[in-house]
């Protein structure tokens, strides 16, 4: 389970978790998931285009979901930009359609793409998937302060001259190489997943930022090691684990997050019994 080709995988994998777990925090909290949705679907058809003229799938994902991200903040209103997304993932799947349609790999092409194929990492492309997740850690933390402010306050970010447009670019463009490194690894729908469910989760179990994006990143980790094991173990698709997986940490932190409300809810008296407890004795 941990030679060979298996670590690559885990080491891939790894990778992706880590800047999924950072990335989505900032997709949920400034309200991006249908981009995060679009953008992952969308690129694959650059991936497609680049295997059809023969070069490298990754320069082909790079090229699409950039300027999918660039498009999408271009036509996008401010805090709006649901239709721009839904025009952007039209185009950009029906480019893939296409794409995939003028080449013999059909079948085998549109699942690795779409589903992901963490076990065909060659160590080869680890490399530059690494170089990817590095550049797109460190452009978060670059602009963490007036990410977060334009997040949670654009107005008050506006301003303190912090542009609204200019960090909404930026971030889309964070999430567009993000994409650019996750989906040959776990595919254009299982990124989604790791994008939304962990740092939905960790949201639920803590308000603190930096805890959040800590928990999130080690959420993400537990639910790819977690799916390559048991996919290892039991000869079923990792996808089948991730998407599950996931569902099942974000189920686990609003039943967190409902016990909370309702224990802070509850009017607590003298000795830490409620008071319908005090009334009942």
């Known amino acids: 389970m941990f030679s060979g080709l298996m670590l690559t995988a885990w080491e891939s994998a790894s990778i992706v978790a880590v800047v999924a777990g950072v990335v989505g925090f900032f997709i949920g909290l400034r309200g ?36 999918g991200a660039l498009t ?3 036509l996008g209103r401010r805090a709006r930009h649901d239709v721009a997304t839904a025009l952007v993932i039209v185009v950009m799947l029906g480019l893939g359609s296409l794409f995939l349609s003028m080449t013999t790999e059909y079948a085998p092409e549109i699942f690795s793409l779409l589903f992901g194929e963490v076990l065909g990492v060659s160590s080869s492309e680890l490399i530059p998937i690494a170089i990817i997740g590095v550049v797109c850690i460190a452009a978060m933390f670059l602009v963490y ?25 930026i ?34 179990f803590t308000n603190r930022p930096f805890t959040a994006m800590g928990l999130s990143v080690l959420i993400a980790l537990g639910t790819v090691w977690s ?3 048991l996919a290892y173990l039991s000869n079923l698709p990792i ?11 974000y189920a686990a932190g609003r039943l967190w997050a409902g016990w909370k409300r309702n224990r802070a809810s509850t009017p607590r008296v003298a000795g830490g019994r409620s008071r319908a407890q005090v009334q009942i004795s």
């Open 32 to 67: 991006s998931a249908f981009a995060a949705h679009a953008l992952p679907n969308g690129a694959f058809a650059g991936a497609a285009g680049a295997s059809l003229i023969g070069v490298d799938a990754i320069a082909g994902l790079a090229v699409f979901s950039i300027l």
């Open 72 to 74: 999408i903040a271009a």
């Open 145 to 169: 302060r007036p990410l977060m402010l334009s997040s949670v306050m654009p107005d008050v970010a506006e301003a303190r001259g912090v542009g609204s447009t200019r960090m909404e670019v």
């Open 171 to 204: 971030f889309l463009v964070i999430v567009a190489l993000t994409t650019t490194m996750a989906v040959p690894v776990v595919g254009a729908l299982l990124i989604f997943s790791l994008l939304i469910s962990p740092a939905a989760a960790a949201r639920s």
């Open 227 to 229: 799916a390559i094991a």
């Open 239 to 249: 996808g089948f684990f991730v998407g599950s997986i996931g569902a099942g940490t």
